[in-house]
Structures are given as structure tokens and as C-alpha cells.
């Protein structure tokens, strides 16, 4: 993932820096269990727990000649190793993906710990938004268009919820790649003791996998993406509703923006909805992961490396933009600008249409039938007011007339309050309190 949308916290933990200090920490792990063991002389583990772990540029540079990152890594780190003969017992009857496969597991829990901090965050962030309107009136809209009254505190309410349950999704998930391997060459334990990985694992805070071959098969970490995928689209669902929000016809929202803040290099007036656009777009990178983190299910026997490469890239990438989007996500509904007169008044706009399934219920129980006389009745009223700008109370009044019809007037009043709609909604906002 490019500079700009890596934080520094997730950017240490896919940094190769750390990934070497994590081959060290694992490396030294095996060794103590072998010395414990006495497979191995006990002698060797104080030197190569005190050798610090290679540079970047070190282990590239002999990289560039044996074209094998683990056996570059391991011989610099024999050269910080002193004395230099102890580092011959390190990755003692292990093959490169009992270290690679452990240590990303060390890093993808670091990395969930740091998403489900930050999903925990929004969770709270849309729960008290969504609590501070849940007596804000606006326009309800299916298909793009005017439905019924509503109010702002229950469509957040709907993302928090969503929210929540992608973080709940998330810390299964965990379990699903807190899972490592120290098997040997095709996962035999031909030349290592199983209880060396169970030392490890214990003290990683990880689980041995309940079979490996040389590699720990791939469904966990495809699970742990696609749980990604989902919780950044539900950012982006989020971001799509204040994009319609914040449209001049609609301007019922607005993205905070900042003292300085441009909007356009052409239009001085422009206030373009850019965090929202940019969770779009983000989005996009994360789902765009799962594919090909799937296809590193199916591997050639007890493995190939064609996950390799892809991992390389989709897993830092999906994570660190994620880490960027929830970030971004909060900081968006933590700063939105809700014009609570504007949705008034859209709700109002229509004249009244936004009564009409109120309506037709109400003409039902005065003894209308639905089909034959109510339904008729109310949408020729409806397509009226589309067409003359007529309110509808007045459109109804007259097509009933027309027909020989009278109209209770004071239950219509009383039917067309928008507050009405909205009434049982307390459940709701009750279960919203209640979510941490």
C-alpha cells in the first residue's frame, strides 16, 4: 500500500523490519524447545537470543544472490550471531513455511487487534450519532425516491448495527488465522518433535493447526479477508448516504470541512463530499483481495508457491486499507453536519405524497375497498400532485369529491402527522443503547 493511506501503527506491523524481528522471535522460540529438549546444546540459545535481528537492506543484499528470502534471512542473522557457530542449530528440522506461515499469523492478529480498536471506536462513534437524532425528521427514500418520514437517528442506526457485526465477524475471524505450523519439510514432523510446536504456540498465544502439510491450508486467512471486505463495505455504505446527503438538491449533509479547505482548483463554491468518495474507492482495494487470496487455497500437494506473492500484496494491502478507511470512517460521522431543517423541509416538498400508504390504509378501514376504490383513488390524487404541484391533501379532497366521497378531515390530520410513523421505533433506539 502507497504512503498515503498507510497510519503508522499497521504500516510497523507489515514492515520488514518487523517481519525480521518476528522470524527472530519464533527462530529463538524453536531453539529453546530443542535445547529444552536436548536435541540441541543448551549453550546456543543465550547467543542466539541476544543477536539482534538483521537489517532490511541486509538480508536484500544477499537476497539479490541466493533468490530465497528465509535463507538470506537466516544468514544475516548468523552474522549478527555471536559467537557466530551457535546460529548453526537455528531452523534446526524446520522448512521456510514452518517460519513464514507462524510469523504471519503473529502479524495478522496484530493487525486484527488494531482493526477491531478501531471498529470498536466507530461502533460507539454511529451509536451515540445515531442516539443524538433519533427525534430528527427526514424523508424516508426507496429506489432514490420519496417514501415515508423517517428519522436520521435510524438509518445510523442501521449502519451501527452493521458495524458491529463486522467487528464480531472480525474477532472470529481472528481465531480463524491465529493458527501456525512447525511441521517440517512436508509437514511430517520428520525431523522435529511436535512438542516444539506446541512450545511455540503456547508462547506465541497461537494455535497449532490441527494439520498442516507444509503450509497451513489458506480458508482461514481467505475467511479473515473477506471479513475485511465486508466491514470496509459497510464503511462505504455509509459514505454512499452521506454522497446522497450532501448533493445540492438534497444538502441535507455535509462532510466536515476544514479552515483552508478547498473544494475545486476551477469553482471556489465547490464542497465536494471527498472523504465519502474516498471510502469509495478504498473499498474497492479491499474487496478486490478476496479472489485472489481464495485461489491460494488450491495448492500443488503439500504446497506450492503461488499464494506467495499474492499474499505479499493482498494481505498488508487489505489491512492497511482498511485500517485507513475505519479511520477515515470515524472522522466523517465524528465531524458530519446534519441540517436538520433542510430534511424538513424535503420531507415536505412532495406536498404530501409521503402520506399516501397512510392514506389508502385509512380509506381502507372506513369500509373502501383496496383495489376497486381506495388504491384508484389515492394514486390519481398522487399523479395529480406530481403533475401540478398541487398538494396532495387538496388533489385527494377534490378526485373524492368527484366521486361522491367525504373525506374525514380530522383523521387525515391526524394520520398525515409525520411523528406518527416513527412512533415505535423506541425498541430500536432501546437495542442501540444497549450496544457496545
Not at 555471536?82 to 514452518?98: L, W
Request: aromatic share 6%; with cysteine; hydrophobic share 45%.
Amino acid at each position: 500500500m502507497i504512503e498515503r493511506y498507510t497510519l503508522p501503527e499497521m504500516g510497523r506491523v507489515w514492515s520488514d523490519a518487523h517481519k525480521y524481528e518476528l522470524w527472530c522471535q519464533v527462530e529463538t522460540l524453536v531453539v529453546e524447545a530443542h535445547a529444552e529438549a536436548g536435541t540441541i546444546p543448551p549453550e546456543v540459545v543465550e547467543p542466539v537470543r541476544a543477536a539482534p535481528p538483521p537489517t532490511p537492506e541486509a538480508v536484500h543484499a544477499i537476497e539479490a544472490v541466493t533468490q530465497h528470502d528465509v535463507i538470506a534471512f537466516l544468514s544475516a542473522w548468523a552474522d549478527n550471531t555471536e559467537p557466530r557457530e551457535a546460529a548453526r542449530y537455528v531452523h534446526f528440522g524446520m522448512t521456510s513455511s514452518d517460519l513464514l506461515d507462524t510469523a504471519l499469523a503473529i502479524q495478522l492478529v496484530e493487525a486484527t487487534d488494531i482493526l477491531l480498536a478501531k471498529a470498536d471506536t466507530l461502533v460507539a462513534t454511529l451509536r451515540d450519532h445515531a442516539l443524538a437524532h433519533k427525534a430528527t425528521l427526514r424523508v424516508g427514500r426507496t429506489h432514490g425516491i420519496h417514501g415515508e418520514p423517517d428519522v436520521w437517528g435510524h438509518r445510523v442506526a442501521d449502519f451501527a448495527f452493521a458495524m458491529a457485526r463486522s467487528r464480531d465477524r472480525l474477532r472470529r475471524a481472528r481465531e480463524a488465522v491465529g493458527v501456525m505450523a512447525i511441521s517440517g519439510a512436508v509437514g511430517t514432523y520428520s525431523n522435529i518433535d511436535p512438542a516444539v510446536e506446541l512450545h511455540v504456540a503456547r508462547k506465541l498465544g497461537l494455535r497449532p493447526a490441527d494439520v498442516s502439510t507444509q503450509v497451513v491450508l489458506r480458508d482461514g486467512i481467505s475467511e479473515w479477508v473477506s471479513t475485511l471486505a465486508i466491514m470496509a463495505t459497510v464503511c462505504e455504505a455509509i459514505a454512499l448516504e452521506v454522497r446522497h446527503g450532501q448533493r445540492t438538491e438534497v444538502r441535507e449533509l455535509w462532510e466536515p470541512f476544514g479552515k483552508g479547505q478547498k473544494g475545486s482548483s476551477a469553482m471556489p463554491h465547490k464542497k465536494n463530499p471527498i472523504i465519502s468518495e474516498r471510502l469509495a474507492g478504498m473499498a474497492r482495494i479491499v474487496r478486490a483481495q478476496i479472489v485472489p487470496v481464495l485461489e491460494g487455497i488450491p495448492l500443488w500437494h503439500e504446497r506450492d508457491i503461488s499464494h506467495s506473492s499474492t499474499e505479499r500484496i493482498a494481505l498488508p494491502d487489505a489491512s492497511i486499507a482498511l485500517d485507513y478507511m475505519l479511520n477515515l470512517t470515524n472522522r466523517l460521522m465524528s465531524g458530519l453536519v446534519v441540517d436538520e431543517a433542510r430534511m424538513r423541509a424535503n420531507l415536505e416538498s412532495t406536498g404530501g405524497l409521503i402520506y399516501t400508504s397512510t392514506v389508502l390504509l385509512e380509506l381502507v378501514e372506513a369500509g373502501m375497498s383496496r383495489d376497486d376504490e381506495a388504491y384508484p383513488l389515492v394514486q390519481q390524487a398522487a399523479m395529480d400532485t406530481w403533475e401540478t404541484g398541487t398538494p396532495f391533501r387538496e388533489t385527494l379532497r377534490r378526485h373524492a369529491a368527484e366521486k361522491g366521497l367525504k373525506l374525514d378531515e380530522a383523521r387525515l390530520d391526524e394520520v398525515c402527522r409525520p411523528e406518527r410513523f416513527v412512533e415505535r421505533l423506541g425498541p430500536v433506539f432501546a437495542r442501540l443503547t444497549a450496544l457496545q
